[in-house]
């Protein structure tokens, strides 16, 4: 493997004078603010010992500039000529970035693997910015200015310094940076490194402890979203998996972080825009798809819902007219683009399902297999729950990378040993333990083909639903839940996990007594076993219509699209259910969110036909002005929902020609009243 320093130029921040002084600063200001920055350039940390005599070089040019700036400001008055002045503007221009420039190398932001790799690349940034300075002392207007001899002096010290003819590249930098690509070509072979050898490397490049190299891990995954081409995506990414190896193997595993820092950093905790869920699995779309009625689905689950012999749009009920899915790239960008602010990686379908098209030269590959191998063999070793824990915390935050991690991991036999630590005994005297182990089962069923291998390990499904039944924390038991989602997407599975009354009163169990995170998880979980009839059954026995009422005002999305699932699936028992669901319906109908409105509405009409009209006479009586509220449906809502509030509107019109009296003054008078307080 080869880096070379062109493929990464370096990032370079070129400030403008106006965003640091006005044009009319006067002269002692200017000179202050010179200062200023020459100070805080010569107090800043110095950056990675590689680095060191190229920044070190240019800061004692700058300390000698300080000097410069101090003697001027000695002067009663000082009176500088226009010329003096632009060149002084100039040189505050070039301080700056002086700063930036030690600043990106210095303060833990800028990986050092990756200013390794860069070494020549940030020599000559250092190289460019002294010429830069010593162009300005050449045409410094010295002579237009009364200097003391002492300052003249200095003016020429510092020019003569800054004169370098050409940028220093350091021999031990190079040397170092050769070491880490021999070591890179060792790894691409199948051959595992030295440990005395990776900890000389690591420890010249300030990587000492776990705690340091995860920060470097940080800081090259946010290199990728800075590369531009796939094959520089992939050259940073053998470097991430040389540096997570190395920490594990020289530093043993890190002390897991509390549930609650841990958790912050989870989907769940994250308000994901409604625009960018699948309106399948409620989660964030990784590559939404258009199907032919215009409705927008995230591949996987689509693809799924089409594999299981579903030849309608799950939205609307429609018959598609064709299969085709064509990507919304617009949507994509959109949701990358939140990705990046959130600081989520973002993986779609599309790079999963490819290994080679954006992660993976053979370092990289053989990096992550080493490190899941060392993994799993220190976890079959482990004596006790704590060590235990550390290597399973590991083998959380590594299934958590990518598909690649996910497939080695599995490959490597983690599922049957993480199988021993999902048992309530386990979570009672050790809930971190349990917590990370079912997470890992859960990030690596995110791999289509570790699924089978879950499912068919002895005791790994049984383990799931018993921290789903009895987990130590709502976390575990969450994270349980979206495994059995993550499980239910293949439709063998979903059969199998729908016949178990465990399953569906532990999940409906969840989703009423859970915080919000975990009841999001149960309910992504109970929408995908609906996709079953049978298990439609058994939830509606359960009492899943009662448990979406209770939480329609907290998760009204969540629990809108269950209601709608399960009665059109659920039969008249179902329909009887959703009796006490109607007065909550009409509530979202009128303040909820489009697609809760649009989903209530589909609900209503489905309730309304298979009701009868008994459940017309509910919906009138329980939510007032419901003509007014249809109409505004019709005006603002979704496509589909004004299709389903027209289709409602119908049904109510028709059930009100057909009723008594009495009955049908009480609705008349309803609607006139709506009718009267709309707009004209």
Known sequence: MAISPEAFP??????????????????????????????????????????????????????LLAVLFEEFLRSPVPFLSPSAILCFEEMYIVLQRIKTLIEDCSNGSTSNMWLLMHNESVANNFHELTVDLSTLLDIFPAKEIDLSEDVEELVCLVRKQCSQNKAFLDP??????????????????????????????FSKLGLRDSSSCRQEIESLQDEVQNQTDEKSKSEVIALIGLVRYSKCVLFGASTPRSEASFHKTTWSELTIPTDFRCPISLDLMRDPVVVATGQTYDRESIK??????????????????????????????????????????????????????????????????????????????????????????ELRVLSKTDSDSRACIAEAGAIPLLVRYLSSDVGAEHPNLQVNAVTTILNLSILEANRTHIA????????????????ATWEAKGNAAATIFSLSSVHSYRKRLGRKTRVIKALLDLA???????????????????????????????????????????????AVTIMEVVVKRGGLVAIAAAHSAIKKLGSVLRQGSD??????????????????????????????GIERVIWELMGTGTVRGRRKAGTLLRILRRWAAGLDGDLRQGYSSNVTSSRTALPS
């Open 595 to 624: 697609r809760a409105r649009e989903s209530a509405a589909a609900t209503l009409v489905i309730i309304c036909r298979k009701g009868g009209s008994d459940m017309v006479a509910e919906l009138v009586s329980e939510v007032i």
């Open 456 to 471: 068919e390990t002895d005791g790994a499904l049984n383990g799931v639903i018993e921290v789903l039944r009895d987990g």
């Open 512 to 558: 009423r007594e859970g915080p919000a995170f975990s009841k999001r998880d149960a309910m992504v979980a109970i929408l995908n076993l609906a996709g079953d009839r049978e298990a439609v059954a058994r939830l509606v026995e359960g009492g899943v219509v009662e448990m979406t009422v209770q939480v329609m005002d907290e998760l009204p999305e969540e």
């Open 10 to 63: 370096p990032r370079k921040r070129r400030p403008s004078a106006g965003a640091f002084i006005s044009p009319k600063l006067s002269e002692l200001n200017l000179l202050q603010s010179l200062l200023l920055v020459s100070e805080e350039i010569c107090s800043l940390q110095p950056p990675p010992s590689f680095l060191a005599r190229n920044s070190l070089s240019i800061i004692r040019k700058v300390k």
């Open 172 to 201: 031990e930098s190079e040397e170092l940076r050769r070491e880490v690509l021999t070591m890179l070509d060792r790894i691409k072979h199948e051959i595992v490194p030295d440990q005395s050898k990776l900890l000389e490397i």
């Open 304 to 393: 799924l819902w089409m594999e299981a012999g579903h030849n309608t749009c799950p939205k609307t009920g429609q018959t598609l007219a064709h299969t085709d899915l064509i990507p919304n790239r617009a949507l994509k960008n959109l949701i990358a683009m939140w990705c990046r602010e959130q600081k989520i990686p973002f993986e779609s379908t599309e790079n999963r399902g490819s290994v080679k098209s954006l992660v993976i030269n053979k370092a990289a590959l053989e990096a992550t297999r080493m490190t899941a191998s060392f993994l799993i063999n220190k976890l079959s070793l482990s004596q006790s729950m704590e060590l235990a824990n550390g290597v399973v915390y």
